[in-house]
């Protein structure tokens, strides 16, 4: 029996105990940082399991250690543990508990997939050389992320951490299918309130008003033009604008109008650079038409960067697991995701695991409330995590 035969029938073995896992998570869901319940049932799971090197870092996150077979390579595998503030409505019998929470991203699956390849490879353990780092992340869903506090509090040392990778379900691709991409992969990603002032009063005397509301339809149109007009058009850039406020009536002009949105591209001197140009752009457009606008930033992530090198090693290994017809070349993607963070420290590769089942009614795209995934994705998503650690750690 080769060693792909063994792990597939070693994550087929555990598909029940994945499947529990990831539906009690699912019915207990927490919010980024308060996932206290989440991360003590990670330890004393992976205690379950025969690890012995398990901690808590960062108060809510879980580090653990599998020793291979002599000295080597360090290989971290990273799973996110964070729900999301919606309310869940799935009707599933293991829909959540917890009202206006929900594991909406498959953030209950990446857990429940890592703890499988934890039980995995540690039946391997004899046979690979160095260690592979199990890390459960709190809080990848709200800026500034988990990532950051698990790199601050040394996730990424002791021994060193050589190359990193995760997986994320993917609803739009069906289960079965693997999408990797090489080089920049998902975007930076920074959150704007603008707040436009001007003096308000009776909408039928203009004459005695500084209308911010006409205010802010200039400035929505000047920043479109910020990224098709300044930006350089090989570089992916977002701006969007989710809100806009302005508390009047037909009759009534407010006295100031709120905005908020998002910046997204996969430079990071031309993200610096249109930050503040936005910056200067609403604060002129405003005086020129004597009002005023201020400018709060909410800095995010930076964008993901998957090593050329290693997602070339990865691909090569996925096809080997799920064979080439079932491998995805990934475009770009510009959501935002805080292993990004560690893709600047060390050689990392991010990768997307189908989940889609339409004859089973699976559709539903992520942060939504009917969000469901075809748990046939589990053992696979376990075993290929599994599998690509030991080939990096036998393949040295």
Same mark, same amino acid.
């Given at each position: 029996?080769?060693?792909?035969?063994?792990?597939?029938?070693?994550?087929?073995?555990?598909?029940? +105990?994945?499947?529990?896992?990831?539906?009690?998570?699912?019915?207990?869901?927490?919010?980024? +940082?308060?996932?206290?319940?989440?991360?003590?049932?990670?330890?004393?799971?992976?205690?379950?399991?025969?690890?012995?090197?398990? #901690?808590?870092?960062?108060?809510?996150?879980?580090?653990?250690?599998?020793?291979?077979?002599?000295? /080597?390579?360090?290989?971290?595998?990273? &799973?996110?543990?964070?729900?999301?503030?919606?309310?869940?409505?799935?009707?599933?019998?293991?829909? #959540?508990?917890?009202?206006?929470?929900?594991?909406?991203?498959?953030?209950?699956?990446?857990?429940?997939?890592?703890?499988?390849?934890?039980?995995?490879?540690?039946?391997?353990?004899?046979?690979?050389?160095? &260690?592979?780092?199990?890390?459960?992340? @709190?809080?990848?869903?709200? @800026?500034?992320?988990?990532?950051?506090?698990?790199?601050?509090?040394?996730?990424? =040392?002791?021994?060193?951490?050589?190359? &990193?990778?995760?997986?994320?379900?993917?609803?739009?691709?069906?289960?079965?299918?693997?999408?990797?991409?090489?080089?920049?992969?998902?975007?930076?990603?920074?959150?704007?309130?603008?707040?436009?002032?001007?003096? =308000?009063?009776?909408?039928?005397?203009?004459?005695?008003?500084?209308?911010?509301?006409?205010?802010?339809?200039?400035?929505?149109?000047?920043?479109?033009?910020?990224? #098709?007009?300044?930006?350089?058009?090989?570089?992916?850039?977002?701006?969007?604008?989710?809100?806009?406020?302005?508390? =009047?009536?037909?009759?009534?002009? @407010?006295?100031?109008?709120?905005?908020?949105?998002?910046?997204?591209?996969?430079?990071?001197?031309?993200?610096?650079?249109?930050?503040?140009?936005?910056?200067?752009?609403?604060?002129?457009?405003?005086?020129?038409?004597?009002?005023?606008?201020?400018?709060?930033?909410?800095? /995010?992530?930076?964008?993901?960067?998957?090593?050329?090198?290693?997602?070339?090693?990865?691909?090569?290994?996925?096809?080997?697991?799920?064979?080439?017809?079932?491998?995805?070349?990934?475009?770009?993607?510009?959501?935002?995701?805080? +292993?990004?963070?560690?893709?600047?420290?060390?050689?990392?590769?991010?990768?997307?695991?189908?989940?889609?089942?339409?004859?089973?009614?699976?559709?539903?795209?992520?942060?939504? @409330?009917? +969000?469901?995934?075809?748990?046939?994705?589990?053992?696979?998503?376990? /075993?290929?995590?599994?599998?690509?650690?030991?080939?990096?750690?036998?393949?040295?």
């Amino acid at each position: 029996m080769t060693i792909i035969e063994r792990i597939k029938q070693l994550a087929e073995a555990d598909r029940e +105990f994945c499947i529990s896992a990831r539906r009690h998570l699912h019915a207990h869901p927490e919010l980024s +940082f308060q996932e206290v319940e989440t991360s003590s049932y990670v330890r004393k799971t992976l205690l379950a399991l025969g690890l012995t090197d398990v #901690s808590i870092i960062g108060d809510t996150g879980v580090v653990a250690t599998i020793k291979g077979n002599g000295e /080597g390579k360090t290989i971290l595998l990273r &799973a996110d543990i964070d729900a999301l503030p919606i309310q869940e409505n799935t009707g599933l019998p293991f829909q #959540s508990t917890a009202s206006g929470v929900m594991h909406a991203c498959g953030h209950d699956a990446h857990t429940a997939m890592l703890l499988s390849a934890a039980k995995i490879l540690m039946g391997l353990r004899s046979e690979f050389t160095g &260690a592979v780092r199990i890390l459960f992340q @709190p809080a990848e869903e709200i @800026p500034p992320g988990g990532a950051v506090k698990m790199i601050a509090a040394g996730v990424l =040392g002791n021994p060193q951490v050589d190359k &990193a990778i995760g997986q994320h379900v993917m609803p739009r691709m069906p289960v079965g299918k693997v999408g990797i991409r090489s080089g920049k992969f998902m975007a930076s990603s920074d959150n704007f309130l603008l707040t436009v002032r001007g003096r =308000g009063g009776h909408a039928a005397m203009p004459e005695n008003l500084i209308d911010p509301v006409v205010i802010t339809g200039h400035i929505i149109v000047a920043l479109q033009q910020l990224v #098709s007009r300044n930006g350089n058009p090989r570089i992916p850039s977002v701006l969007s604008i989710g809100k806009v406020m302005a508390l =009047g009536s037909y009759n009534v002009i @407010p006295d100031e109008v709120t905005l908020e949105g998002t910046f997204r591209t996969m430079d990071q001197e031309w993200r610096e650079q249109a930050l503040l140009k936005m910056k200067r752009l609403v604060s002129e457009i405003a005086e020129s038409m004597g009002g005023q606008c201020t400018v709060e930033l909410t800095r /995010g992530y930076p964008y993901l960067h998957n090593n050329e090198s290693l997602a070339a090693e990865l691909k090569k290994s996925i096809i080997e697991y799920v064979g080439e017809e079932n491998v995805v070349d990934e475009d770009a993607w510009m959501a935002a995701e805080d +292993f990004a963070y560690y893709s600047h420290q060390v050689p990392s590769v991010f990768y997307l695991l189908g989940i889609r089942n339409e004859a089973k009614g699976i559709t539903s795209g992520l942060h939504t @409330p009917t +969000f469901k995934i075809d748990e046939e994705a589990l053992p696979l998503g376990a /075993g290929l995590m599994a599998w690509l650690a030991y080939q990096q750690l036998v393949n040295v």
